[in-house]
C-alpha cells in the first residue's frame, strides 16, 4: 500500500499562486505516474494534469494550460502543482495519485493510490 499526503493548500486572493506538494511513502511510486485531480461539492472530480515516471511528459487541463505546471523529484518521492494567476474557478480540493503504470492520463481509473486532499480557495 502507497500513502499518499497532499499538503500546500490556503486560502488566496485572484492573481496569486500556490504550490501544492505530493509525497509518497514507498519509493515504488517513482516508476510510476502521478496525477493532480480537483473536486468541488456535488461535482464529479476532474483532471488537472499528470506526469509519467521520469517526468518526460506532462498532461494539462485546457482549463489550467499556461497557469500550472506539474513536476517530480523522485529522490523526494515528492511530485508538485505549481499554480500561478489562480481564478476563483479554481477553488477546490486538489487530490494527488499515483497511477498504475509508468504513464496515465485523465482517466481516473488510471489511478491507484489517492491521497485525502488539500483544499485551495481563491477569492476574488
Known amino acids: 500500500q502507497v500513502q499518499v499526503t497532499e499538503t500546500g493548500g490556503g486560502s488566496v486572493q485572484a492573481g496569486d499562486s500556490l504550490r501544492l506538494s505530493c509525497v509518497s511513502s514507498?519509493?515504488?511510486?517513482?516508476?510510476?505516474?502521478i496525477g493532480w485531480f480537483r473536486q468541488t461539492p456535488g461535482k464529479e472530480r476532474e483532471f488537472v494534469a499528470s506526469?509519467?515516471?521520469?517526468?518526460?511528459?506532462?498532461t494539462y487541463a485546457d482549463s489550467v494550460k499556461g497557469r500550472f505546471s506539474i513536476s517530480r523529484d523522485n529522490v523526494k518521492n515528492t511530485a508538485y502543482l505549481q499554480m500561478n494567476s489562480l481564478k476563483p474557478d479554481d477553488t477546490a480540493a486538489y487530490y494527488c495519485?499515483?497511477?498504475?503504470?509508468?504513464?496515465?492520463?485523465?482517466?481516473?481509473?488510471?489511478?491507484?493510490?489517492w491521497g485525502q486532499g488539500t483544499q485551495v480557495t481563491v477569492s476574488s
Open positions: 495519485a499515483v497511477g498504475r503504470g509508468p504513464y496515465a492520463g485523465s482517466d481516473r481509473q488510471g489511478y491507484q493510490y
Open positions: 514507498k519509493r515504488t511510486a517513482s516508476n510510476n505516474a
Open positions: 506526469i509519467s515516471w521520469r517526468g518526460e511528459r506532462t
